[in-house]
């Protein structure tokens, strides 16, 4: 008692105005740390951490982190408890869930989807290399773009376990095998994935703090988009301009063509950020990497015979590739959305409302590269995906408990629900640039002045 006594205490409120930079104050499970310091050396960036401070963030912290990560927040306490701290029943289901399953060792038991997946590509690869070196027929030189598109699919599968957890025997080498497979196979620089992904997964589905919504002027998946509103992300004004209003009006038709040059979009975003001035981690290797990558592929590119082939060849590994793109858009594009900064108090109930699953038989896991099972994905970051299956009955179950959404659509549905939802917005962003008074209820809810 008298220990409990000597305890420091501050409300949610204090916790709150801590949320400056120089003054970063995070709580989890009632316990306050300082990660002023801390924030320029996270692992995972400093847009997850600040999107997040003056708040507690146990759920997050519970699903991006390994059990050895507690042992380094006692350096961080700031001596300081949360008086008012609460917990849902949600998060404290939520928080038995990922004990448990860490008791049953499924963080660690990663099986060998990795091995499998690596020899997959070195086949894939030197399937490539004989269809555009020893073979003349434009088929074989077609067949074998095509199978460098499923190429970079499961690669960047590698890349994406890699960054969400330790997928080789150490970091060491789990750092090379994102060099590997992300920069040096792809030419998508590792870095890149790692400062948007993470955020993705911290403000999943949120207007202006989630990077992987904000496609303006290409796409816009809500009408608040036509407000021209700011980008927390990448601290810039999303402009609704006259541009953006003509592609976004028409968008339900131009999603799939678009798609097929999607690649080409990730290509510069990696070059912006390796040029930019902002602190980069391993900027050095990411540039060797895609180096490498900008030196094999427009030596095989360079191996064809012909002009035309050579278009076509680029044209249908990159349209192969599309496949990988649509998959990401459908995990979200048609879920719930919401305006401002994610919020540590309803982790589940967030990541619930803004993804949907890809419900498919079991051999087709390895094409999916386990994102199908996206709630899950997104529940557990650091689960592997040959675990992803096991666990969704399990997430199901919670969802219908707590009466949150557990969405499993197949491909097709998803596209239909990513189509509607697409078109949906481009038929109010043409209302918008030619407004037609459909009624007189239309009318009053839209006069203004």
């Not at 316990?31 to 050396?41: E, G, H, L």
């Not at 012909?306 to 044209?315: D, G, I, K, L």
């Not at 967030?350 to 099972?373: E, H, N, P, R, V």
Request: charged fraction near 15%; glycine fraction near 6%; hydrophobic fraction near 45%.
């Amino acid at each position: 008692m008298a220990e409990e006594n000597e305890k420091k205490y501050i409300t949610n409120e204090d916790l709150k105005s801590h949320n400056k930079h120089g003054d970063l104050w995070i709580a989890i499970q009632g316990k306050v740390y300082n990660v002023s310091d801390w924030i320029k050396s996270h692992p995972g960036g400093d847009a997850v951490i600040l999107n997040l401070v003056g708040q507690d963030v146990t759920d997050a912290f519970i699903a991006f982190h390994p059990g050895t990560a507690w042992h380094h927040l006692e350096n961080l306490f700031t001596g300081y408890h949360v008086r008012d701290f609460q917990v849902s029943e949600v998060s404290r289901d939520y928080r038995r869930m990922a004990a448990e399953f860490r008791k049953l060792g499924l963080f660690e038991n990663k099986g060998h989807v990795t091995l499998y997946t690596f020899a997959f590509v070195a086949a894939m690869f030197a399937a490539v290399l004989y269809g555009v070196l020893a073979c003349t027929s434009i088929l074989a030189h077609q067949i074998a773009a095509a199978i460098l598109g499923l190429l970079w699919i499961q690669s960047a599968y590698i890349g994406h376990d890699s960054g969400h957890y330790v997928i080789m025997t150490n970091k060491s080498f789990n750092r090379f095998a994102q060099l590997l497979s992300g920069n040096c196979l792809t030419g998508i620089s590792i870095a890149w994935w790692k400062w948007t992904h993470n955020a993705h997964h911290l403000a999943c589905n949120s207007l202006d703090y989630d990077p992987d919504l904000q496609h303006i002027p290409v796409f816009a998946v809500s009408t608040k988009f036509f407000t021209s509103m700011t980008s927390r992300f990448y601290d810039r004004k999303l402009t609704f301009d006259p541009l953006a209003r003509l592609l976004i009006s028409y968008q339900h038709f131009s999603y799939y063509p678009v798609m097929c040059f999607g690649r080409i979009n990730l290509f510069i975003q990696t070059l912006l950020l390796l040029f930019s001035k902002r602190e980069v981690p391993d900027r050095a290797l990411n540039f060797a990497g895609i180096l490498v990558f900008w030196t094999w592929f427009p030596l095989l590119v360079s191996c064809l015979p012909t002009w035309p082939e050579r278009f076509f060849f680029v044209f249908t590994s990159f349209s192969v590739t599309a496949l990988q793109h649509i998959q990401f858009t459908l995990n979200h594009f048609a879920a719930d959305v919401y305006m401002g900064p994610p919020t540590g108090g309803d982790w589940f109930e967030k990541q619930a409302a803004g993804t949907l699953d890809i419900s498919c038989s079991s051999y087709m896991d390895w094409f999916f590269g386990g994102l199908q099972f996206q709630l899950e994905h997104h529940l557990f970051p650091r689960l592997p995906r040959c675990h992803l299956r096991k666990v969704a009955p399990v997430v199901q179950e919670l969802c219908k408990k707590h009466n949150l959404p557990y969405r499993s659509l197949s491909w097709w549905e998803a596209n239909v629900w990513t189509i509607r939802t697409l078109k949906k917005a481009a038929y109010q962003a043409r209302d918008a640039a030619n407004p037609v008074v459909k009624n007189l209820v239309w009318q009053a809810l839209n006069t203004h002045g």
